[in-house]
Nanobody, 122 residues
Framework: VQLVESGGGLVQAGGSLRLSCLAS????????MGWYRQAPGKQRELVAG???????NYADSVKGRFTISRDIAKNTMYLQMNNLKPEDTAVYLC?????????????????WGKGTLVTVSS
């Protein structure tokens, strides 16, 4: 599975961006997906996640401002980010849990994109 993010850029505080994550390869094996972010000098943190069934979860810091969605037919996940704040500045990375079931059992693999930079100016 390959993941490629797009949609990052420079935006003023209060503005909006929509990130996309295009998956390719054995996308049929993708289970849950999510967006993470990593700011300079900080640990990577989960921003939002979405299951194959469409259940979502969000970090408290983005609830009410960000919306995660997934178009399985297009193999694409999105993150709509509204009312952006300077503290949202980070590299945003796409993540996928890939589940492969064989006669020997179930194996779960983590896949990551390379990230897209979001910069919010005050």
């Amino acid at each position: 599975v390959q993941l490629v993010e797009s949609g990052g850029g420079l935006v003023q505080a209060g503005g909006s961006l929509r990130l996309s994550c295009l998956a390719s390869g054995r996308t049929i094996d993708i289970d849950s997906m999510g967006w993470y972010r990593q700011a300079p000098g900080k640990q990577r943190e989960l921003v939002a996640g979405i299951t194959s069934g469409g259940d979502t979860n969000y970090a408290d810091s983005v609830k009410g401002r960000f919306t995660i969605s997934r178009d399985i037919a297009k193999n694409t996940m999105y993150l709509q980010m509204n009312n952006l704040k300077p503290e949202d500045t980070a590299v945003y990375l796409c993540h996928a849990n890939v589940v492969v079931v064989t006669i020997e059992g179930k194996n779960v693999f983590d896949y990551w994109g390379k990230g897209t930079l979001v910069t919010v100016s005050s």
